[in-house]
């Protein structure tokens, strides 16, 4: 338990639907502070790289693309236990498999188009931030709702 950073892309998918606000607001309204927040375009360097484990994949030229279609927005998320709690808001990779109630799961029939990045653990979480943020886009702001959203004993 503690709080946690975690990074998100809004994919160009979610962009050209104009779902940008939407997906934000279902992280907003969970009670995820805002660290960070821009909108980039991507190359082949940073996928390639952010997508290390895929690129010899079939699939990866297509991937690429897709990512590139558009600007992404890079989001830095906090919160406790943000990593696998955004994960678990996400849901599954592919949107058809995705149970409702899941970002995935309620805008995505796709294995690819899947709406959202987000890191999956504490070590890529970190990386991946550093990746698309630099240190003082990270804003150390606090929240007046803290009291709200958890107990006392829980941040
Ligand atoms: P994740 O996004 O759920 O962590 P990864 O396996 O890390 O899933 O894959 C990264 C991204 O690559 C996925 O979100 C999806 O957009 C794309 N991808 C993964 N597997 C496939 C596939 O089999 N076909 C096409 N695209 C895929
Ligand atoms: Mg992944």
């Known amino acids: 338990m ?3 950073k975690t990074l998100v892309l809004l994919k160009p998918c979610t962009v050209n639907r ?4 939407e997906i934000i ?7 995820l502070r805002i660290a960070g927040m821009k909108m980039m375009q991507l190359d ?4 390639e790289e952010h997508y290390a484990h895929l690129v010899g994949r079939p699939f990866f030229p297509g991937l690429k693309r897709s990512m590139m279609a558009t600007p992404v927005v890079a989001l830095a998320l906090e919160g406790v236990d943000a990593i696998e709690v955004v994960r678990q808001m996400a849901g599954p990779t592919n949107g058809r498999k995705a149970l409702p109630g899941t970002i ?3 805008y995505s029939v796709s ?3 899947n709406i959202v990045h987000a890191s999956d653990g504490p070590e890529t979480a970190k990386a991946e931030l550093a ?7 990270i804003l150390e702001y606090s929240l007046c709702t803290m009291g709200s959203l958890y107990a006392s004993d829980e941040y």
């Open 25 to 31: 607001g279902i992280f907003e309204k969970k009670g």
């Open 2 to 4: 503690g709080l946690e």
């Open 111 to 113: 294995g690819q188009q």
């Open 104 to 106: 995935r799961g309620d």
């Open 131 to 137: 990746r698309f943020f630099k240190p003082e886009e």
């Open 18 to 21: 104009g779902l940008i606000g």
């Open 44 to 47: 082949d360097a940073i996928l």
